[in-house]
């Protein structure tokens, strides 16, 4: 049996839940397959129109600014806590039972900030609200062109889906499953049909079963035990 991971299954459930199985020792790593983009965004009468700005803003503002997740340990919320790591910066959390009326409070000016996946969230950006950045690697799709994390100086902030293997899984299995991988992530239409629901196809060099390793170990690093965060 395989399994399709992301960073929520393959990361933050074993910082936020006791799991009967180890995330990084019962499960054989084959290959990556995508990275998901995130969009940060604001209300829009937050004075920066972008990372940087943003990002600036926050540390001259600690913990004034509000972010709406989708409750706590909720991707949204460990992406805003990633990104408080990463940036140095300090900002209130606001929990709410889902993503939909976070992202109401949001276009009704009642929180500051939202991490959340584009089709969620691009909408309301073109019409009531600011995006301010990309969380990818490349421009998402359906036309819609922000500046990426990458282009902005906050490299690596962003989440993928990957595939793995029951513990044990010879080594010639895990090679015949990362080559069907690789030939299939090389196919145009099926970069294509990525490229329209907004996923991006990691380069050829980090679909190997050693780099998806590597990520998720990195990913696994005490940032999210240290922010405390428990399921409730």
Not at 47 to 59: F, V
Not at 61 to 85: C, R, W, Y
Not at 125 to 139: A, I, L, M, Y
Request: proline share 8%.
């Amino acid at each position: 049996m395989l399994d399709v991971g992301q960073w929520s299954t393959h990361v933050t459930n074993g910082a936020i839940y006791s799991l009967p199985y180890d995330l990084l020792k019962d499960f054989e790593p084959v290959a990556l397959l995508a990275s998901q983009a995130y969009l940060i965004s604001a209300k829009k009468t937050l004075p920066p129109n972008d990372l940087n700005g943003l990002i600036t803003w926050l540390k001259a503002n600690p913990d004034k600014a509000l972010a709406g997740t989708a409750g706590v340990g909720a991707e949204s919320h460990i992406m805003g806590v990633s990104f408080q790591h990463k940036t140095n910066t300090r900002f209130q959390f606001v929990p709410y039972r889902a993503a939909s009326q976070a992202i109401q409070d949001l276009v009704a000016g009642q929180i500051d900030l939202m991490f959340n996946v584009p089709s969620n969230i691009v909408p309301q950006v073109c019409r009531d609200h600011q995006g301010v950045c990309g969380g990818s690697e490349e421009p998402f799709g359906s036309g819609s062109r922000y500046p990426t994390v990458d282009e902005t100086g906050l490299p690596g902030f962003y989440e993928s889906g990957a595939l793995f293997a029951p513990k044990g899984t010879p080594r010639d299995i895990i090679g015949k499953l990362n080559t069907a991988v690789i030939d299939a992530l090389a196919n145009p239409e099926v970069r294509q049909r990525f490229a329209d629901q907004g996923f991006e196809i990691p380069p050829r060099d980090q679909q190997t079963p050693e780099a998806l390793g590597a990520l998720q170990k990195a990913d696994m690093e005490p940032i999210i035990r240290a922010a405390g965060i428990k399921a409730e």
